[in-house]
Every structure is written in C-alpha cells, then in structure tokens.
C-alpha cells in the first residue's frame, strides 16, 4: 500500500478511533482496579482476534492480566510491540473526567497515556494486514496491566518476549513537542535508614542519639552529589522519623530516587552514595542503605540509529519532520533496551498533561502517527532478508 493509501486508509477509520478512544477512556481501569484493566483486556483481545491473530491472556495475579498478541508471517523479522491498559486514576475519577473533544484536543484519562498508542498499535496492524502484508516472521505486541506501577507483574514476560527480536516498538505518546524518545534514564530506588537512640527530650535529651538530625547530614551531602556525575541525578523524596516532640528519635529514614543516562553513571553515583553513608556525623549513630537498581538505562545506541533512520523515513512518507529526544523517566522501553534489543519509544500519537485532570491527545497527529508506525513496521521487515 503506498504512503498516500495507507492516510486514505487511516482517515478513513478515525471516526472509529476516536469512538474507541472514547469508549476506553471512559473505562475505570487504574493499575489496582483488576477488574477494570482486564474490562480494557478483553475488548482489545477481541478487536485482535476478530483480525485472526491469536490472543494469549497471562494471570496478573492480584493486578490485572496482560495480553500477548501474536501475527505470524512469511518473512524473517521479529518484532515487538509493547503498550499498557493500566492508567493511574483512581476508580471514579473517569466519571468525574468524561472524554471530551475539544477542537482538536481529545481530553480524558489515559487518552495520551496510553489509550492512544495502544489503538494506534491496533490500527496501524489492521492497515498491514489489509493490504497482505506478511514479511515478517512475528509481530507480537505486549499489552501489559501494570507499566504505571514499574511492570512487577510483566515485566518478565516483556523480557521473554524481547529476546531474540530485532526491535521493539513502544507505543507510549509522543513528547508534546512531537518528538520520539530513544533514550531513557535507567532507576535506582533506595531507602536510608539511620539507627540512634531514644531519650526524654526535656530530662535525659543528653543520653539521646537524634536520628533524625543525622539523616539530615546524610540528606545534605547526597543530594551534593547532584552535577557531579554527567546524566546522573538524585533526589531525595520520602522523609520519616521520630515519634513525638519530647522524644529524641531512634530511628529515620528517607527514600531515594536515582536516575542516569547511561549504566557507568549509574553505578558511578550508586558508588558515591555508598561512600556518602559510609560514616556518620552524630555519635553512635548507625546508617544502612538498601535498595539497587530496578530499571536499567534506555540507551541510544548502533541499533537506536538503525531504527531512527527507519522512522525518520516512515514519518516523512506519512507528511511530517521526525524528532527524538532523551529523558528521565522510565518505561517498558528500559527493559527491552537492557537486553541488547534495539528500542525506540513515545511512537504513540501526540499528547500532554498525562496523569491530570487535564489530559489530551491531539487529534491532528493521530493519522500520521499511526501511518508512521505502520511504515517503520514494514521497513524493519524489509531490512531483514
């Protein structure tokens, strides 16, 4: 199908779109609510299976199923999709929000996060195989229940699924300026505990080992550690200690946020931390630091330049200038990078204000967007002999 087709094509079902936009976006389906995000499973598996593709349910246990869908062609690539039916509203807060279309906004919880790019998955694969596209081994697209959460429940099946792939698609939105995403920070998550030693504040306050004044030390010289380490940051976000005003505290803690580019930074300002929390300022006070890595680094490398260069081809035959960008959060994308597997992510359509009241998708994006996907899809089939 040449590129003015495939648009014709996908104009042609944006009504549909935006009807099923509407549909899901109206759905309860936060990471918790199990019964909604398999509501969102059933109805994706069943646009899937009325295409002939088979459709896997996996048990999410206590959190929602994901899904595995497989397409089996004539060809040799393999390749993976990846999108999430978790949002990270609260039960009712759909009701409270309902889908709008306001010029050429759709707003609405997980419109952009990621509604949006799962039925831009969904569209661009009943475009290829409605033209008979089948040079490909496998496509296979993981439509996992708990990304907004860090993917617990999935995120060894999105590993099994990754390997031996020549490239992974994450259908996460498009950053608000249009631009992909080919790099991502990788996460570190750690808590801080310091031991001391409780006393009277008002008559013993002497035999007191305040814990809560030695975390401040140690919150003080961690958080130096910032622009010392290239792409590397920390942030120290969740405080506790003490039990009352008149009670020296014994125990503190703090929880820690760790995020680089790439994995020698990483491990660089996880070392710097360790030597940070190797003493004490306060006498008789104890520090223990636990906690690792959880997600490594998305980093841009020889098979991200492959697949950018597929895609900047795709975007220009479906009409716009393609972009990519780096940034600091996390997604499934880290997972599949970890593991040598060329990824690019934010190839859903164009959104914003993700996880707000004011959530949006910009409609004008969708077709091209869509149309891209399914162009980078053929390309990378065709790369493969």
Same mark, same amino acid.
């Given at each position: 199908?040449?590129?003015?087709?495939?648009?014709?094509?996908?104009?042609?079902?944006?009504?549909?779109?935006?009807?099923?936009?509407?549909?899901?976006?109206?759905?309860?389906?936060?990471?918790?609510?199990?019964?909604?995000? =398999?509501?969102?499973?059933?109805?994706?598996?069943?646009?899937?299976?009325?295409?002939?593709?088979?459709?896997?349910?996996?048990?999410?246990?206590?959190?929602?199923?994901?899904?595995?869908?497989?397409?089996?062609?004539?060809?040799?690539?393999? %390749?993976?999709?990846?999108?999430?039916?978790?949002?990270?509203?609260?039960?009712?807060?759909?009701?409270?929000?309902?889908?709008?279309?306001?010029?050429?906004?759709?707003?609405?919880?997980?419109?952009?996060?990621?509604?949006?790019?799962?039925?831009?998955?969904?569209?661009?694969?009943?475009?290829?195989?409605?033209?008979?596209?089948?040079?490909?081994?496998?496509?296979?697209?993981?439509?996992?229940?708990?990304?907004?959460?860090?993917?617990?429940?999935?995120?060894? &099946?999105?590993?099994?699924?990754?390997?031996?792939? =020549?490239?992974?698609?994450?259908?996460?939105?498009?950053?608000?300026?249009?631009?992909?995403?080919?790099?991502?920070?990788? &996460?570190?998550?750690?808590?801080?505990?310091?031991?001391?030693?409780?006393?009277?504040?008002?008559?013993?306050?002497?035999?007191?080992?305040?814990?809560?004044?030695? %975390?401040?030390?140690?919150?003080?010289?961690?958080?130096?550690?910032?622009?010392?380490?290239?792409?590397?940051?920390?942030?120290?976000?969740?405080?506790?200690?003490?039990?009352?005003?008149?009670?020296?505290?014994?125990?503190?803690?703090?929880?820690? =946020?760790?995020?680089?580019?790439?994995?020698?930074?990483?491990?660089?300002?996880?070392?710097?931390?360790?030597?940070?929390?190797?003493?004490?300022?306060?006498?008789?006070?104890?520090?223990? %630091?636990?906690?690792?890595?959880?997600?490594?680094?998305?980093?841009?490398?020889?098979?991200?330049?492959?697949?950018?260069?597929?895609?900047?081809?795709?975007?220009?035959?479906?009409?716009?200038?393609?972009?990519?960008?780096?940034?600091?959060?996390?997604?499934?994308?880290?997972?599949?990078?970890?593991?040598?597997? #060329?990824?690019?992510?934010?190839?859903? #359509?164009?959104?914003?204000?993700?996880?707000?009241?004011?959530?949006?998708?910009?409609?004008?994006?969708?077709?091209?967007?869509?149309?891209?996907?399914?162009?980078?899809?053929?390309?990378?089939?065709?790369?493969? #002999?």
């Amino acid at each position: 199908m040449p590129a003015d087709q495939l648009l014709s094509f996908l104009r042609s079902r944006l009504d549909d779109y935006l009807k099923d936009l509407a549909e899901l976006s109206a759905m309860d389906c936060g990471t918790y609510d199990k019964a909604g995000v =398999d509501a969102v499973g059933r109805i994706m598996g069943e646009k899937y299976a009325a295409l002939g593709f088979a459709v896997e349910r996996h048990d999410g246990g206590e959190l929602g199923d994901s899904l595995v869908v497989r397409w089996q062609g004539g060809g040799t690539a393999r %390749l993976l999709l990846i999108g999430h039916l978790d949002t990270v509203y609260a039960r009712g807060w759909p009701g409270e929000h309902p889908f709008t279309i306001e010029g050429e906004l759709a707003r609405g919880p997980g419109t952009a996060d990621m509604k949006g790019g799962l039925l831009s998955g969904y569209y661009a694969l009943e475009a290829l195989k409605s033209e008979g596209f089948d040079h490909f081994a496998e496509i296979a697209f993981v439509l996992n229940s708990d990304e907004e959460i860090g993917s617990p429940s999935s995120r060894a &099946l999105i590993a099994r699924e990754a390997r031996g792939r =020549d490239a992974t698609l994450v259908l996460e939105p498009g950053r608000e300026n249009g631009d992909i995403v080919s790099a991502r920070k990788g &996460l570190a998550s750690f808590t801080l505990r310091v031991q001391g030693r409780a006393a009277h504040a008002g008559v013993e306050i002497h035999k007191g080992r305040n814990a809560v004044h030695e %975390l401040a030390h140690q919150i003080i010289e961690l958080q130096a550690l910032n622009g010392r380490i290239p792409g590397a940051t920390l942030n120290v976000g969740v405080v506790q200690g003490g039990t009352r005003p008149n009670v020296v505290p014994a125990e503190a803690s703090a929880q820690i =946020d760790v995020r680089a580019f790439e994995r020698a930074g990483l491990d660089a300002i996880i070392a710097a931390m360790r030597e940070c929390t190797s003493s004490t300022i306060v006498p008789e006070t104890t520090v223990t %630091l636990e906690g690792g890595i959880t997600n490594g680094p998305m980093e841009r490398t020889a098979g991200t330049e492959w697949l950018l260069g597929l895609c900047r081809e795709a975007a220009a035959d479906a009409g716009f200038e393609l972009h990519d960008a780096a940034t600091g959060g996390g997604s499934d994308g880290n997972t599949t990078a970890g593991l040598g597997v #060329p990824t690019l992510d934010g190839l859903g #359509p164009v959104g914003g204000a993700a996880h707000s009241p004011r959530e949006y998708l910009e409609i004008p994006s969708i077709v091209p967007r869509t149309a891209m996907l399914a162009g980078l899809i053929r390309r990378i089939a065709a790369s493969k #002999p």
